[in-house]
């Protein structure tokens, strides 16, 4: 729940959990309804996620909404409006760790500043940027999807290809989610903790 803040402050939010979990869903929904607050929102996502589109952000049901593409956190300040006073980013995992930088700026400049992407990659493993900004961050929400083997809560990401290297863009046919108990790591992996 995000309170109510004294006007001119800002802050982070953070929005993660694995694929499937209704994190770009959620990023939408808190879009719209801030711009039926009438308040200026800019989108932005990583090149690298070209999966349905270029230019828009897009859930796995289908909900979309036009969004800038990045290569590089920084490039938010060259694209940035002066007149945002909500900046969201979706699938941030992708982003470089100077993200939090980025977002620590933006929410000092007063703006409230939306990340949501993947806590972990495929190993379990935290994805270096979206772990330091859930520190950076006022507000966490960790959602989970639903575990395609027995249906229970699923916070892991299940790969389901013969593939190493932790950048694998895909979807279902590629990923599926999974709870503690059905997740299965390829043996090496089991007992990896993060390496920094
Ligand atoms: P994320 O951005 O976290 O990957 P999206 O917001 O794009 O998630 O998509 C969420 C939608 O994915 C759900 O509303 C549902 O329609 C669909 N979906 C597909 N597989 C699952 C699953 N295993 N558990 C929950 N939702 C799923
Ligand atoms: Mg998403
Ligand atoms: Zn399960």
């Not at 959990?17 to 808190?30: A, D, V």
């Not at 290569?71 to 969201?88: C, G, H, K, M, T």
């Not at 933006?106 to 190993?123: C, F, M, N, P, T």
Request: hydrophobic letters at 40%.
């Amino acid at each position: 729940m995000i309170h109510q803040h004294p006007p001119g402050t800002g802050w982070i939010e953070v929005i993660c959990g694995p694929m499937f979990s209704g994190k770009t869903e959620e990023l939408i929904r808190r879009i719209h309804r801030a711009r039926y607050a009438r308040q200026k929102v800019q989108i932005f996502k990583p090149a690298i996620d070209v999966r349905y589109d270029q230019t828009k952000v897009v859930s796995h049901n289908g909900r979309e909404i036009p969004s800038s593409t990045i290569d590089q956190a920084a490039e938010i300040f060259d694209l940035l409006d002066p007149e945002s006073r909500v900046v969201a980013i979706d699938e941030a995992q992708f982003l470089d760790t100077d993200t939090v930088r980025v977002a620590r700026v933006l929410a000092g400049e007063g703006r409230r500043v939306i990340v949501a992407g993947l806590d972990q990659d495929y190993r379990g493993q935290p994805f270096e940027t979206m772990m330091l900004m859930m520190v950076e961050a006022e507000y966490v929400t960790k959602n989970m999807a639903i575990c395609l083997v027995c249906g229970a809560p699923a916070h892991r990401n299940q790969r389901l290809i013969e593939a190493s290297g932790r950048v694998i863009l895909g979807s279902e046919a590629e990923y599926e989610a999974r709870c503690r108990r059905c997740f299965k790591p390829l043996k090496a992996e089991e007992d990896l903790l993060f390496e920094a």
